[in-house]
């Protein structure tokens, strides 16, 4: 099978989760199509357009893989010598250029993330985001605190969260989805008042609004309402280019497989979290307020925004 096909599926099959995790093997997928390539010059484009389309529409709520690849395609259509050898060295500088900058990005993410807390905190966080993961690891070498995490439903990518951070020898206790709001509250008691929220983003929209998994807004809306910070970990590739992004549905077998004839289920994958429920971004360009998101990309990323 084409690899770019078999990373896709593999996408599609949520095999490969997290926004990051989604980019990089697309790119690595790209890069070892575009290698094994035998053809002519207007061949090897046409063929790099149908695996940038093939991998693009993988998961439609993903904006830092369709951002990574239109950066791909804008660098090849720069390209002056269009024989084939020039075309395969510019994707692949491309490529490299990517993978450095998502790298580069999460290291700084993770030092500016960890600064933010402080030893005996209680923390909240949702879903799983390996941005997140990697700043509670490192800041629990700082001090100790507690993190408590949703499982996550109906896939459960809070049990990933909570395994890791126990291996990393964070105190790690998790909560039902549904109670993560009176968490949040004071109702849940003195002991139990969260200091912060930090969850990751799977896209970031030119307003400073957020796209993340289902349950993020509830969580940002009590927050808010309890004057408990809420901070985006997150790399500014994955804003979306024109704000209008269409949030996932998912099968319903995901949510009961065997479900009674006649009931209809809604499985939204993700929601929206407004900008004036988010304190700060916590990004590669350090602490940031929703409303400078979007002169940051233009500066740093101008391919993204149209």
């Known amino acids: ?59 439609p709520t993903e904006p830092l893989v369709v951002n990574c690849l239109k950066y791909v395609l804008q660098q090849l259509s720069l390209e002056k010598n269009r024989d084939l050898k020039s075309l395969k060295t510019t994707l692949n500088k491309a490529v490299n250029f990517l ?6 990005g999460e290291q700084k993410i993770i030092l500016t993330g960890q600064q933010l807390i402080k030893k005996g905190n209680n923390i909240l966080t949702h879903c799983h985001s390996s941005t997140v993961e990697n700043i509670l690891k490192k800041a629990n070498k700082r001090g100790k605190f ?41 109702l849940s008691g003195k002991n139990l008042i969260m200091d912060l929220v930090i969850i990751g983003a799977d896209a970031i929209m ?21 004057g408990i910070p809420v901070y985006i ?3 500014l590739l ?8 269409q949030i996932e549905v998912r099968s319903t077998d995901e949510v009961w497989k065997n479900k009674p004839k006649g009931l209809k289920i809604m499985n939204f994958a993700f929601d929206k979290i407004p900008a004036k ?21 233009k500066k740093h990323y101008p391919w993204i925004l149209k």
């Open 206 to 226: 030119p307003d400073g609004s957020t796209i993340n998994k289902i349950g993020s807004y509830g969580i940002s809306l009590v927050a808010h309402n309890e």
């Open 99 to 104: 993978l450095k900058t998502i790298t580069n």
């Open 277 to 297: 429920n988010i304190t700060g971004f916590i990004c590669e360009f350090g602490l940031v307020k929703p409303a400078d998101l979007k002169k940051l990309v």
């Open 146 to 186: 507690k993190v408590f995490n949703t499982e996550t439903r109906p896939l459960f990518q809070g049990r990933i969260t909570a395994k890791n951070l126990l291996k990393a020898g964070v105190d790690t206790t998790m909560v039902e989805d549904s109670a993560a709001a009176f968490l949040l509250s004071k």
């Open 1 to 59: 099978m084409n690899e770019v096909i078999s990373i896709a599926n593999k996408i599609k099959k949520i095999e490969i989760q997290g926004a990051k995790a989604i980019a990089v093997a697309s790119l690595f997928s790209l890069k070892k199509a575009s290698i094994g390539f035998k053809g002519s010059a207007l061949d090897y484009l046409l063929e790099i357009k149908t695996d940038v389309k093939i991998l693009s529409s993988a998961r």
């Open 238 to 245: 994955k804003m979306d280019d024109d704000g209008v992004l």
């Open 233 to 235: 970990a997150t790399h």
